[in-house]
């Protein structure tokens, strides 16, 4: 059983920065793929980006192309999402996801999830 624990939610205004954190138990964290997905209120939970168990590569949704950044950091057993130029469309509570051996976008793949962390983004 993996879990996760993610952090660096917060408020910030339009245009600002934040970094969220995902601490994973697992000690073979380098085998999993991991995403990060958020859920704005009234919708459904949405892919955000992606990276790579095996190669590093990452993925991302049109909307946070070029905005928000995965990366990470393995001797850690942690993955990123730093986020830059934040809209208040990007309110929404943000989840990482984990999935063996596997680096894919779509949700109901995956098998480990953390609780969640809320981002607000004020105008």
């Known amino acids: 059983q993996v879990q996760l624990v993610e952090s660096g939610g917060g408020l910030v205004q339009a245009g600002g920065s934040l970094r969220l954190s995902c601490a994973a138990s697992?000690?073979?964290?380098?085998?999993?793929?991991m995403g990060w997905f958020r859920q704005a209120p009234g919708k459904e939970r949405e892919f955000v980006a992606a990276i790579s168990w095996s190669d590093g590569r990452t993925y991302y949704a049109d909307s946070v192309k070029g905005r928000f950044t995965i990366s990470r950091d393995n001797a850690k057993n942690t993955v990123y999402l730093q986020m830059n130029s934040l809209k208040p469309e990007d309110t929404a509570v943000y989840y990482c996801?984990?999935?063996?051996?596997?680096?894919?976008?779509?949700?109901?793949?995956?098998?480990?999830w953390g609780q969640g962390t809320q981002v607000t983004v004020s105008s």
């Open positions: 697992e000690r073979t964290f380098s085998n999993y793929g």
């Open positions: 996801a984990a999935k063996w051996r596997m680096t894919v976008v779509t949700q109901s793949t995956y098998d480990y």
